[in-house]
């Protein structure tokens, strides 16, 4: 059965930096495009990026362009999240997700891991 | 960019019919997508393409899209399916996944 599992979440500086892993297995990732999708507390979801298959283009909300690089080791069945100069506004619950139909719905979701970023 | 509306809340009786609603600029052009989220939990694909049910997913929730209006309908509703519900499409013109503002479902 499809199973996403995240991990790397944790407490954060403002300015600090934190990758996030997600572990794929049950399906043949390489084919499959992935997506973070973010949650803060008490909010609804905000998408954050997501990463095609083949080429790995990659492409991300405005919220968080130029500061989390998203990748992918289809060797490894991973997915990742670099994120950089971190806020207090990035502190949500982080969600991986498999693309279905090259992408346009998100068929499975992790548990999530969740990002505080507090002083 | 794209927004989609939907109501912060609704209120249906057990045995009822529940109605979200999804506004959205011509958004009959485009694949309308939802999700539901207990309390605690991760999202889980309930519709997708406008109307269809991915397995293990009730005939008493489906969908349906026209116009500026995509609604998710549940029948015969269950104390279970008190929950979060978000629509969802793809923007083709920023290359984006959009959600809706999510609609808060009370099962009275």
């Known amino acids: 059965q499809v199973q996403l599992v995240e991990s790397g979440g944790g407490l954060v500086k403002p300015g600090g930096s934190l990758r996030l892993s997600c572990a794929a297995s049950?399906?043949?990732?390489?084919?499959?495009?992935m997506s973070w999708i973010r949650q803060a507390p008490g909010k609804g979801l905000e998408w954050v990026s997501y990463?095609?298959?083949?080429?790995?283009?990659?492409n991300y909300a405005d919220s968080v362009k130029g500061r989390f690089t998203s990748s992918r080791d289809n060797a490894k069945n991973s997915l990742y999240l670099q994120m950089d100069s971190l806020r207090a506004e990035d502190t949500a619950v982080y969600y991986c997700?498999?693309?279905?139909?090259?992408?346009?719905?998100?068929?499975?979701w992790g548990q999530g891991t969740l990002v505080t970023v507090s002083s | 960019s794209y927004v989609l509306t939907q109501p912060p809340s609704v209120s249906v009786a057990p045995g009822r019919t529940a109605r979200i609603t999804c506004g959205g600029n011509?958004?009959?052009?485009?694949?309308v997508h939802w999700y539901q989220q207990k309390p605690g939990q991760a999202p889980v694909l309930v519709v997708y393409?406008?109307?269809d049910r991915p397995s293990g997913i009730p005939e008493r929730f489906s969908g349906s899209n026209s116009g500026n209006t995509a609604t998710l309908t549940i029948s015969r509703v269950e104390a279970g399916d008190e929950a979060d519900y978000y629509c969802?499409?793809?923007?083709?013109?920023?290359?984006?996944?959009?959600f809706g503002t999510g609609t808060k479902v009370t099962v009275l």
């Open positions: 997700a498999r693309g279905a139909r090259d992408g346009y719905y998100l068929d499975y």
């Open positions: 049950g399906f043949t990732f390489s084919d499959y495009y």
């Open positions: 990463i095609r298959t083949g080429s790995g283009y990659t």
């Open positions: 011509n958004i009959g052009s485009k694949s």
């Open positions: 393409d406008d109307s």
């Open positions: 969802q499409v793809w923007d083709f013109s920023s290359d984006h996944y959009v």
